[in-house]
């Protein structure tokens, strides 16, 4: 699994990026994390609003800054209601 942050490195970009490690450390995922600092780059992938989430070439989130819990349940593919 490549799972990508992206964003300019905001503080809501640094948290995304560590809730996604923090998700994948829980389920036990051995992911590729990376994150993509570049505007032309995200822009590139599709991104619109940052910070944003994108998992093997799908942007899963946008916008705000993802739960542990919420990225957790999109990585595991659970469409629980909240």
Do not use: F
């Amino acid at each position: 699994m490549k799972i990508r942050v992206a964003g300019p490195g905001c503080p809501r970009c640094q948290t995304t990026e560590k809730n996604v490690i923090n998700a994948c450390s829980e389920l036990g995922l051995a992911a590729d994390i990376s994150h993509v600092y570049d505007v032309k780059e995200y822009a590139r992938l599709g991104v619109r609003i940052t910070p944003a989430v994108i998992v093997d070439g799908e942007i899963v989130t946008s916008g705000k800054v993802p739960t542990v819990e919420e990225l957790k349940k999109i990585l595991t593919g659970a469409s629980e209601p909240d």
